[in-house]
């Protein structure tokens, strides 16, 4: 893997784990303001989000791995 496919890749990890950390400042609101359905809806997005940056991270490391 070149320097710069693995900057793109990390950057969409960054990228994704934003989107996670946006999920999270949504459902505290949410939680304040007693929206529990949306609050839970919100939490299933960042799982997503959550599982995503996982698994690019896991492909970069077994990407890392093969030209070893």
């Known amino acids: 893997m070149t320097k710069k496919e693995e900057t793109i890749l990390n950057n969409l990890v960054k990228t994704l784990q934003n989107y996670e950390n ?3 400042r949504q459902m505290t609101y949410m939680s304040e303001h007693k929206f529990e359905m949306e609050c839970e809806a919100i939490r299933y997005k960042q799982q997503a989000y959550n599982r995503s940056w996982l ?3 896991s492909a ?3 990407i890392k ?3 070893e």
Request: hydrophobic residues 35%; glycine residues 0%.
């Open 22 to 24: 946006e999920c999270y």
């Open 60 to 62: 970069i490391d077994k």
């Open 65 to 67: 791995k093969l030209e």
């Open 55 to 57: 698994e690019v991270a």
